[in-house]
């Protein structure tokens, strides 16, 4: 038996000709459930998870799964057994992780527009923190506390105006986005927060961007925080915990990032030499908990030879994988069978889906050897697709599997068209 795996994916492989996920082949989770069908490995989420484990080992840390990036029932469920914290950015990702079996003392809730009803239902249950985003939000959490008769724990997320040279749609921590109190302001605002009665200040936080491929820039964020940090607690206001966000990249084209626990080996030394480093510790990681532990299979529909291109249409499209469309975003994308079918020449294609839609492309340019009905797998595909997924041209979303070596468990159905139509009424 060969066994050949995929660069930054390492629970993929192929062996004996099949493309395979711990263990697992793929081709035989597309005949009983069907295409488009995203299926993930249980080994690689606890691998990726791990790393982050070993970089906090004899720290005060809690990781919190930025549920964002996969909010999948059985997804969250994997993170919460693994003792794994969330950070969530509304009502619907409080309630998805509470059924996941989160505990509400390790939930930080992010975001620019928590509506008064959603920062009720989250007091009510006891979140960890409220990862505060403006001096509006300060006041009106504070009256919704009040009138609650609760007190809300929160940290102020600064925006450290760092560039954390991404794409400028990832990009959050720069003066020119909506997150986070400017640096100048986060003192003032901090001081006000403290004379409120409603909130008690827990924490400090920020994170500047997704799929960063460079440490550079947690560096620069890390030394401006702790700056700020340092001058809050010299006003007189203590900051149990630090938060640092997400953010850390993957390889989805070559791109090198940093493991998690090399990127914190350094991160840490920061800290410890600025007299941080036994501090409570949060981090909120989402893309590089499941990014490549994810793969879409999908089947080749027809092949569409042109004039200046080539088309491979496939069953998948925009709705089930936006990234492409939203982000230019690359997803490698590899047959199944790793030797070419009798009578499939390699060609140039653009790979497409049935969305009527130019953008809708999932590969461009892409050297592939296949035939009608073969199925290729979008690789990296763990994160930021299924829960950007939509029922664009009324299709319904892709089924899931979470594989657990030989043992693969169906996690979500695909939507009838019963669940489609399941809120309408003709007028
Ligand atoms: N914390 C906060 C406050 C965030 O806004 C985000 C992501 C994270 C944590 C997790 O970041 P990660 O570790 O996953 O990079 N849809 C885009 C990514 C949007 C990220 C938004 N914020 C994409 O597909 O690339």
């Known amino acids: 038996m060969?066994?050949?795996?995929?660069?930054?994916?390492?629970?993929?492989?192929y062996a004996n000709g099949q493309l395979h996920v711990e263990g697992c082949a793929f081709e035989a989770l597309a005949q009983e459930h069907g295409t488009p069908l995203f299926v993930y490995s249980k080994a690689s989420m606890l691998a990726a998870l791990s790393a982050y484990q070993r970089g906090f080992a004899g720290r005060n840390a809690q990781i919190c799964y930025a549920m964002k990036a996969n909010s999948s029932l059985a997804i969250?469920?994997?993170f919460a057994r693994a003792g794994c914290g969330f950070d969530i950015v509304s009502s619907g990702e409080l309630a998805r992780a509470l059924a996941a079996g989160a505990r509400p003392a390790q939930i930080v809730f992010s975001g620019v527009g928590k509506t008064r009803r959603e920062m009720?239902?989250?007091?009510?249950?006891?979140?960890?923190?409220?990862?505060?985003?403006?001096?509006?939000?300060?006041?009106?959490?504070?009256?919704?506390?009040l009138a609650a008769d609760r007190v809300a724990p929160i940290s102020i997320r600064v925006n450290p105006n760092v560039d954390p040279k991404t794409h400028p749609y990832i990009s959050t921590g720069l003066k020119g986005n909506k997150f986070g109190i400017a640096h100048d302001r986060t003192l003032a605002t901090y001081q006000r927060a403290a004379a409120l009665p409603g909130l008690h200040i827990v924490g400090i936080d920020f994170h500047i961007g997704s799929q960063i491929t460079d440490e550079a820039p947690y560096r620069e964020a890390v030394e401006r925080m702790l700056d700020l940090a340092q001058a809050i607690e010299?006003?007189?206001?203590?900051?149990?915990?630090?938060?640092?966000?997400?953010?850390?990249?993957?390889?989805?084209?070559?791109?090198?990032?940093?493991?998690?626990?090399?990127?914190?080996?350094?991160?840490?030394?920061?800290?410890?030499?600025?007299?941080?480093?036994?501090?409570?510790?949060?981090?909120?990681?989402?893309?590089?908990?499941?990014?490549?532990a994810g793969v879409c299979v999908t089947e080749v529909l027809y092949l569409k030879?042109?004039?200046?291109?080539?088309?491979?249409?496939?069953?998948?499209a925009m709705n089930d994988l936006p990234r492409p469309a939203l982000y230019q975003a690359f997803h490698a994308i590899v047959p199944l069978a790793q030797s070419a079918p009798a009578g499939a020449q390699p060609a140039l294609y653009d790979v497409v889906g049935p969305v009527c839609e130019s953008g809708d492309w999932i590969g461009r340019d892409r050297t592939l050897a296949v035939r009608a009905g073969d199925h290729l797998a979008v690789l990296s595909a763990g994160a930021y697709c299924m829960s950007m997924a939509s029922n664009y041209n009324s299709r319904g979303r892709a089924a899931e599997v979470l594989v657990e070596g030989t043992q693969a468990h169906l996690i979500r159905s695909r939507d009838s068209i019963t669940d489609q139509m399941r809120n309408e009424h003709l007028a």
Do not use: M
Not at 121 to 126: N, S
Not at 253 to 277: C, H, I, K, M
Not at 305 to 316: H, L, S, T
């Open 305 to 316: 030879p042109g004039e200046q291109k080539n088309f491979c249409i496939v069953d998948a």
């Open 76 to 78: 969250l469920q994997v």
């Open 2 to 13: 060969t066994i050949s795996t995929l660069a930054g994916a390492p629970h993929i492989h």
């Open 234 to 292: 010299a006003a007189g206001i203590a900051l149990e915990h630090l938060d640092f966000g997400g953010g850390l990249g993957i390889n989805y084209n070559g791109e090198t990032p940093p493991e998690a626990d090399a990127l914190w080996a350094t991160l840490l030394a920061q800290l410890d030499a600025r007299g941080f480093g036994q501090r409570k510790l949060l981090v909120e990681p989402g893309r590089s908990l499941v990014g490549t």
């Open 120 to 145: 009720r239902e989250a007091l009510e249950v006891g979140i960890g923190c409220f990862n505060v985003e403006s001096e509006a939000e300060i006041d009106v959490l504070n009256e919704v506390a």
